[in-house]
T-cell receptor, first 115, second 117 residues
Framework: SQKIEQNSEALNIQEGKTATLTCNYT??????LQWYRQDPGRGPVFLLL?????KEKRKERLKVTFDTTLKQSLFHITASQPADSATYLC??????????????FGGGTRVLVKP | GAGVSQSPRYKVAKRGQDVALRCDPI?????LFWYQQALGQGPEFLTY????????KSGLPSDRFFAERPEGSVSTLKIQRTQQEDSAVYLC???????????????FGSGTRLTVV
């Protein structure tokens, strides 16, 4: 069966450290993988997209890697700040391999950055 | 508008009542999606529109759920004869255009929290 797994336990991290989140999937062949941030009571906010032929993508303090052999993406927040505290969602996008380009989300990982 | 707007923000419905949830996407956005998010879970796909055409409704959980986007802009998700298991946050997302170039991701609204009592 198809599965997308993210750490279900909250990640507690000290301010200034690097937070690393994992997203593992089975029985999917995504064209793209997207990461979103979600704050309580709000909708997800797009952060980064990485294509299947890209190994790494960076945006400011964020870094995403994508290993299609391992079927895994890692999401890093460097020099973390309390304002980074939120739930982070990974989402698979099949691109033109599937009609509609719907996103299939993982369950999300909650990150708490302590000052 | 500047973002995706959803209304109402909160809706309490008695079991068996019909509800209608509205989504105003970003002006000019071709693609529109509805997702359902249970507490502590990731969003789950319900349905997808490209302009006024509903191209994918494979995620609608039952025939009590119906969505429309008659003029290719505002969309309404209707749930008939609501049940307690329908309680969730309903999210709407829109995207500028070609699904083949999703470099900007999707813009989500803040959602409608539906509670069926």
């Amino acid at each position: 069966s198809q599965k997308i797994e993210q750490n279900s336990e909250a990640l507690n991290i000290q301010e200034g450290k690097t937070a690393t989140l994992t997203c593992n999937y089975t029985n999917y062949s995504p064209a793209y993988l997207q990461w979103y941030r979600q704050d309580p009571g709000r909708g997800p906010v797009f952060l980064l997209l990485i294509r299947e032929n890209e190994k790494e993508k960076r945006k400011e303090r964020l870094k995403v890697t994508f290993d299609t052999t391992l079927k895994q993406s890692l999401f890093h927040i460097t020099a973390s700040q309390p304002a980074d505290s939120a739930t982070y969602l990974c989402a698979l996008d099949m691109g033109i391999k599937a009609a509609g380009n719907k996103l299939t989300f993982g369950g999300g990982t909650r990150v708490l950055v302590k000052p | 508008g500047a973002g995706v707007s959803q209304s109402p923000r909160y809706k309490v419905a008695k079991r068996g009542q019909d509800v209608a949830l509205r989504c105003d996407p970003i002006s000019g956005h071709v693609s529109l999606f509805w997702y359902q998010q249970a507490l502590g879970q990731g969003p789950e796909f319900l349905t997808y529109f490209q302009n006024e055409a509903q191209l994918d409704k494979s995620g609608l959980p039952s025939d009590r759920f119906f969505a429309e986007r008659p003029e290719g802009s505002v969309s309404t998700l209707k749930i008939q004869r609501t049940q307690q298991e329908d309680s969730a946050v309903y999210l709407c997302a829109s995207s500028l255009g070609s699904p083949r170039l999703p470099t900007r991701g999707y813009t989500f609204g803040s959602g409608t929290r539906l509670t069926v009592v």
